[in-house]
């Protein structure tokens, strides 16, 4: 371990001022298994001073108008964008992710997120109604929540951070945000861009710190009125269960078990490709990735063979090298997880067609004990397998034939999770045929992971509870009030 004088240590940000706290945990480099940082391991006390400064600092940030909000969050993207580098290469050595894709995606998103917000605000309407044989007027008006607790997971960090920062403090209210503790740079180097960019004290507060210690004391507090949370399953069932005496706002996303449905009709020059991207991108740490693949059996053979052979391409790196398509995954517990998961598939008598046990992966020396693993193929696996229903959150896909439309709706929706799905057709009524009939909250065709923002985001069953976007952002971070007046 490196001595503490050489690791990066970062401090809390309550009511516009860095905090440093008693105690800190370990942050490792996933890229060689190294801790290289120091994360404030904060709880109650912090998080109540975050609420005294959000508490003092709401009754000024949500008299603005939303132009004057609008304006800050402009230019807070702008100070992004102009730290887009910096930021890119600290979320890549902080996840493990490639550098490319923090410079491609992941920063750039995050200037998008206040753009965007920073729009959408100045573009909703109220509701209004007559009734003129009772000679009343009814009218509607929207006002921020108050406190908004904001819980980001480890996968996309600042990404996911900004998809909640932005619309809560848009719309008025002031936040208390947690990272993940394995995750926190980013949110760090954001808070040192919040004065320059003229949020006030106490409106953005980041507290560092674990689920079960600084996690759980933001989602008992009775003056934090909603909670916006991005993460696993039993997480969400633990915050729902502390957010139950208070009748707490509740937006939950949560995982998916995405099925790609690939019928004979394919282009399969693009979807092979876009597949492959969809399975493995960010070491398949997204919620997003397809884990299920589903290929009508007149191809299933040839598909097989080239989606196998595209995979072996997709090349496993360092994250700093540019060339790379995959990085590290997160942790060393994490890694030793979706391994467990490819033992299980063997022992339930699967194939291994490439990855992992099958193909040697080559790292420099330095690397040698970071988290990294080969994307992995498995077929000849039943549904019923743990592989084929539970969220595997790695760079493992799953690959099995289907005969009908009919079966393959069936076998797609027959798992608890329901939030994203790709159709693979050139005929247009078969794709809004089986789109309409999946259990999924987003339904891509003939592409994956293009995203309008305006439109709803959000998962069916297991994987969560309410939806994000403009409009629905908007209404989760407001208090709707119906005005009648009698004239």
Same mark, same amino acid.
């Given at each position: 371990m490196a001595g503490t004088k050489a690791l990066l240590t970062l401090e809390n940000f309550i009511n516009g001022k860095f905090v440093p706290c008693n105690s800190y945990l370990d942050s490792y480099d996933p890229s060689t298994g190294e801790v290289y940082c120091r994360v404030p391991n904060s709880g109650k006390e912090e998080i109540e001073a975050a609420v005294e400064a959000a508490r003092a600092a709401f009754p000024g940030w949500s008299a603005r108008s939303p132009q004057e909000r609008s304006q800050v969050l402009h230019r807070l993207a702008d100070l992004l964008e102009q730290s887009l580098e910096e930021l890119a290469q600290a979320e890549s050595r902080d996840q493990g992710k490639t550098i490319t894709l923090a410079r491609t995606m992941d920063i750039p998103r995050?200037?998008?997120?206040?753009?965007?917000?920073?729009?959408?605000?100045?573009?909703?309407? +109220?509701?209004? =109604?007559?009734?003129?044989?009772?000679?009343?007027?009814?009218? =509607?008006?929207?006002? %921020? !929540? /108050?406190?908004?607790?904001?819980?980001?997971?480890? #996968?996309? %960090?600042?990404?996911?951070?900004?998809? $909640?920062?932005a619309p809560a403090i848009a719309a008025g209210n002031t936040v208390i945000a947690k990272p993940s503790e394995l995750t926190s740079v980013t949110a760090w180097m954001m808070c040192k861009l919040l004065?320059?960019?003229?949020?006030?004290? /106490?409106? !953005?507060?980041?507290?560092?710190?674990?689920?079960?210690? !600084?996690?759980?004391?933001?989602?008992?507090?009775?003056?934090?009125?909603?909670? +916006?949370? =991005?993460?696993?399953?039993? =997480?969400?069932?633990?915050i729902t269960q502390l957010s139950a005496p208070h009748c707490k706002k509740l937006s939950l996303e949560l995982g998916g078990k995405n099925p790609a449905i690939i019928f004979e009709d394919a282009n399969l020059e693009e979807c092979i490709p876009t597949t492959v991207r969809s399975s493995f991108a960010n070491q398949g740490e997204i919620c997003l990735c397809t884990s299920r693949i589903f290929v009508q059996k007149s191809i299933y053979s040839e598909f097989l063979e080239k989606f196998v052979q595209a995979t072996r391409m997709w090349k496993v790196g360092i994250p700093s090298d540019p060339s790379a398509s995959m990085g590290a995954l997160i942790s060393k517990a994490h890694l030793e997880k979706v391994r467990s998961y490819i033992k299980r598939a063997q022992l339930e008598g699967a194939r291994i067609l490439c990855g992992e046990g099958v193909d040697t992966l080559s790292l420099p020396p330095r690397n040698r004990a970071g988290y990294f693993m080969l994307p992995t193929v498995i077929?000849?696996? *039943?549904?019923?397998?743990?592989?084929? *229903?539970?969220?595997?959150?790695? %760079? !493992?896909?799953?690959?099995?034939?289907?005969?009908?439309?009919?079966?393959?709706?069936?076998?797609?929706?027959?798992? $608890?999770?329901?939030?994203?799905?790709?159709?693979? +057709?050139? #005929?247009?009524?078969?794709?809004?045929?089986?789109?309409?009939?999946?259990?999924?909250?987003?339904?891509?065709? #003939?592409?994956?992971?293009?995203?309008?923002?305006?439109?709803?985001?959000?998962?069916? *069953?297991?994987?969560?509870?309410?939806?994000?976007?403009? *409009?629905?952002?908007?209404?989760?971070f407001t208090e709707v009030k119906t005005i009648t007046i009698k004239h």
């Open positions: 995050s200037v998008q997120n206040f753009r965007f917000f920073a729009s959408s605000i100045l573009h909703h309407t +109220s509701e209004c =109604t007559h009734m003129d044989h009772l000679g009343c007027l009814h009218y =509607t008006v929207r006002a %921020p !929540v /108050g406190i908004a607790g904001l819980i980001s997971p480890w #996968n996309l %960090p600042l990404y996911l951070l900004t998809w $909640k920062v004065e320059k960019a003229g949020v006030p004290p /106490g409106v !953005v507060n980041i507290v560092f710190g674990t689920g079960p210690r !600084v996690g759980e004391a933001l989602v008992s507090h009775p003056e934090v009125l909603l909670i +916006s949370f =991005t993460g696993s399953q039993p =997480t969400a069932e633990r077929t000849d696996i *039943k549904d019923e397998s743990c592989c084929m *229903k539970e969220e595997i959150f790695g %760079p !493992v896909t799953c690959v099995v034939p289907f005969e009908s439309e009919e079966e393959v709706i069936q076998r797609a929706n027959s798992v $608890k999770y329901g939030l994203a799905a790709t159709v693979w +057709s050139s #005929n247009v009524g078969r794709i809004h045929r089986v789109a309409k009939k999946l259990q999924s909250g987003l339904v891509w065709t #003939n592409c994956w992971l293009i995203r309008e923002l305006n439109l709803p985001f959000g998962g069916m *069953k297991s994987s969560g509870v309410g939806r994000e976007g403009a *409009k629905d952002s908007y209404e989760f």
